[in-house]
Structure formats: structure tokens, C-alpha cells
């Protein structure tokens, strides 16, 4: 047991560690709240609603772009990357859809 929780934490390190999604991660957080802010503050929107699915798109949009960045200078394309950088929005966004559809059917 104790070998194997030993080989799944060296992989989480390999993944998350190593290959610098931390980073991708805080500046997809970053972008995130920000954009919630300009959004909810400057467009004067609801918490929710436009304000999650636009934080959400100026996120996604920032986070292709850094891959094609990366791309430009002879990296690879990571989908991996991506779905680190998107874990905010995608949480808060998976929330708002069920938040959604508990509201229809009540």
C-alpha cells in the first residue's frame, strides 16, 4: 500500500510539478478572477451568468494562445496545459450548469 501511494504521488509530481502546470494553473486562476472582476465591476453584470461564461472564454482564449505560443517556439501542443490552466472555470462552470438545472426543474 504504501508502494503505491509512493508511485502516485511521484506521478502527480511528474504531472504537476515538473512539467510546470502549477504555473499554468495560477495564471488560469488569475485570469479567471480578474476577468470576473472586469466583467461583474466595469459591464456591471450578475455574479453569475455572463460574467462566469465570459471569465471563462477570455481564460480558454489566453490559454490556446499560450499554447500556440509555445508551438511558435519549437514546444508542443498540451491539451494537459490547457485543462490545468481552465481547472477554475471549469469547476465554477460545471457548478452555474448545475445550478441551472436544478433551478428548471423546481
Known sequence: MKKFFKQQLTNLHDWFIAESRWFHLMI????????????GLWFNQPPL??????????????????????????????????NA??????????VYIILLIVRAFN
Not at 471569465?55 to 490547457?82: F, Q, R
Open 28 to 39: 488560469g486562476w488569475a485570469i479567471y478572477l480578474v476577468m470576473v472582476a472586469v466583467y
Open 49 to 82: 451568468g455572463p460574467t462566469i461564461v465570459g471569465a471563462y472564454v477570455s481564460t480558454l482564449i489566453t490559454m490556446l494562445v499560450v499554447e500556440w505560443k509555445d508551438i511558435l517556439w519549437g514546444g508542443k501542443w498540451s491539451w494537459k496545459d490547457i
Open 85 to 94: 490552466g481552465m481547472f477554475l472555470g471549469n469547476i465554477l462552470l460545471l
